[in-house]
Structure formats: C-alpha cells, structure tokens
C-alpha cells in the first residue's frame, strides 16, 4: 500500500528536459505522489516513514519504450538455425516461437521481465506482444503481471497478416479488448496502443483497419518501423513506397503512434516522422544483435522527431541500453564526439515525454505533484557530482550499481534489494522452467 515516505540524506537527480541535481533536498512521498521536494530544513516529515538515502542516488523510475516480455522464455534456447539476415531470425526463431506460446507462458514471461524490471529500476515498461496461437486473452495475462508487480504497462497485440486473416482479426480484437479493459480498469497504471507487427506482414486493408480502431478509440499505433533493409524492399517492391510514406497514407503516424526502430529511414521520411508528431523509439542492443544497423538518432533529434529508448527485449537494465547507444553512435559515425546527449536524452527526456503521451501523467521525471516513481541507487560518487556532471555518473558508474529501492505510485516494491511483492519467487522460476521445456519441445 501506498505510505507517507520522507526520501533523505542522497542526492537526487530529477531527470527529464530540465533536470536537475538536487543537494541536501527530501523528497516527501503521499497518496502515490512527489508532496514535496526542498531542503530538507524545510519538510515537516509528520507520519512519514524515513528512507535513508545515505550512500544512494535518488532518481526517477526508469522508462522503457519498446519491450516484448514474450522472448523471456527463449533465454539459451539453442534449437533455431543460423540467421544470416533479419528475415531469417524472425524466420528460424521468433515467428516459429510466438506461434507456440500458450497463455500461460505469456503470463510468466511477463511475470519473470516484471520482476526483473522492478530489480533494475524500471517502472514503466510498454510492451510489444505476440503469441499468434494463443491471441484472445494474452494482453489480459500481462495486464494481470502488471497489476501483481504493481508496474505500469503499455500494451499493445502485434496484428500480422503473416498467420492469416482470421489471426489478423483476432489481433485488432485483442488490442480493442485491451484499450476498454485499461479504460475501464487500468486506473494511472495500465494503457492499452494498437499494436502492429511491421509493414512487411501487413495489408493495406489491415493497417487500415488497426489506424480506424485507434482513431475511434483515441489511441495511438505501436509498430515495428524500417528496423531492416527488408522491410523498405518489401514496401517498394509491393506498394512502390517507403515504408513511413505508406504508413503515413494509411494514418497509423501521429502523435500517440511508436515507431519502434526508425533505422532504414531516409531523410524525407525523418521529415514525415517530425511532422506527424511520430514518437521513434531507438532500441540499439537489438540492432547490433541482428546487424540491421544503428538508427540516425542524431539526425532525426536535429529534426525534431520525439526519440525515446527501448531495449526489444535484450534486457529490462536502460542504463545498460544507454550505454550501448551512446557506443553505437560513436562507432556508426566514426567520431566518438556525437550521439551521447541524444542517447541520454533519449532515455531522461524522450522517453518521459513519450510515457506522458500514452499515460497522460508526468513519468519518468521527480516532480512536485507529480506520480511518485522513484528509485534508489547504491552510489557514492568518486569525483564531484552536480548538475553538469550528473549524466557522466549515470552512464559510467550508476549504470555498474544495484538498485537499491524501487517505488512505484508511492508504493515501495523493492526496498534493501528485497522484493515486498506478494509473490513467491522461487514458484514463478519452477514453473517458468517447466514451461520453457515443455515449450522448446514444442518448437
Ligand atoms: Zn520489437
């Protein structure tokens, strides 16, 4: 349950646009919200339990913008041949995955990524999901993880046209069921997109189907944009245009909408992505990992294109994906002088910006009044930290430390590394490892 907590004795960084650092500052916590933040001479601290920041860096619940809590159960799977290019790793192993899920297994790969992203300080996480075998139901299953780890989760039903029209629409109706379930009942945590795969693996008649849902519901689209060359062969070869141009047309762009990727983009269509008010989401682990190549981040900041920063599933840990963001600009532009304030402007300002978009609260940032989602780093800082100096802390040391305490809404879900979930751990591992044998038979 949500208590009164007085935050004391650590340096807070309040992240976003215009953050700052703040020095010898409480943060008081009520009713799920930041109360107040000032010196702590001037907080009254009646009734509020004391969380001794001492020897910590108080910062604000981290945001992921692009996951797939699906792939949880993939983890050492060794069966899948060999990709030589993008279409064959969705070929060889996630298409022949997704399509063996089961309910169950969605829920406890949601349930094992939440626990994990609870440990890692994230608080909002928006998920990509896909399990064509077992679509009705499956955004009710991660709903409910959410709801048990006490997170806020975005979601979205990746709707293909790769299994068929029958799947297709059994997509746009999950993703319908979950935009009125989280009207009704997702209260400031849960939020429902209209989920799509990729130009690729979509009709025309489709994305026009998913752009009316989302229009009639007042939501945005969350799709996977020219993450690979081949999406854009695809889109000229069938459609004779770039893949944003086409989606553009059929009115999945605009304010509320993620492309997730954005590495194959040209400049007219960066043009297209800030004109719409288009939220691009740079997921670089994942793109390393399948040699696709490494998103213009810069450019499409120069632009004016809202970037954030997903992870695709390689890990629930942003500041490892900052890291990598940061290395991957400086080796794709061959001058280790660029991409560090678009990166970590990415993961401090973009994605607050586009968790404010879809929940419609101040994420992501510490502010008076605004949703109490904290976390607490061990970090004593070996060189001076301030306001100029803060980010450096954060991608080369707080990165390598453990979170400490991980509070979301005002309620501590993590506290001295100990859990305070009422789950049981060790049953979750059990049969997550049932479940991925039985699943790896299966694939
Ligand atoms: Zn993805």
Known sequence: MAE??????????????DFDLLEGHGLLIGDGRVAKIAPLTEIRSENARLLDARGKLVMPGLVNAHMHFYSTLVRGLGKAAPARDFGEVLRNLWWRLDRKLTLEDTYHSALLMMLAAVRRGATTLIDHHASPGAITGSLDRIARAGTETGLRIGLAYEISDRDGP?????????????VRFCREHGGEHLRALVGLHASFTLSDETLDRAAALAAERGVGCHIHAAEAAGDQEDCR???????????????????????AHAVHVDRAEVETLAASGTMVVHNPQSNLNNAVGIADIVAMKKAGVLVGLGTDAMTVDMLEELR?????????????????GEATGALFAGNPAIAERVWGLPLGRIREGGPADVV?????PPTPLDKASVLG????????????TTIVAGRVLMENKRLKLDIDEERVAVRSRELAAALWERF
């Open 4 to 17: 009164r907590l007085l935050i004391a004795n650590g340096p807070i960084f309040t992240g976003g646009e």
């Open 166 to 178: 029958e799947a297709a629409a059994e997509g746009l109706a999950e993703n319908a069921a979950a």
């Open 237 to 259: 070869t069938r459609h004779g245009l770039r893949v944003v141009e086409r989606l553009r047309r059929r009115g999945i762009l605009g304010p509320k909408t993620i492309a």
């Open 324 to 340: 990598v963001a940061i290395w991957a600009q400086h080796y794709g532009r061959g001058d280790p002088s660029q991409g560090f």
């Open 376 to 380: 607490l780093v061990d970090y004593d």
């Open 393 to 404: 802390h954060l991608v080369f040391g707080a990165s390598q430390s453990t979170v400490d």
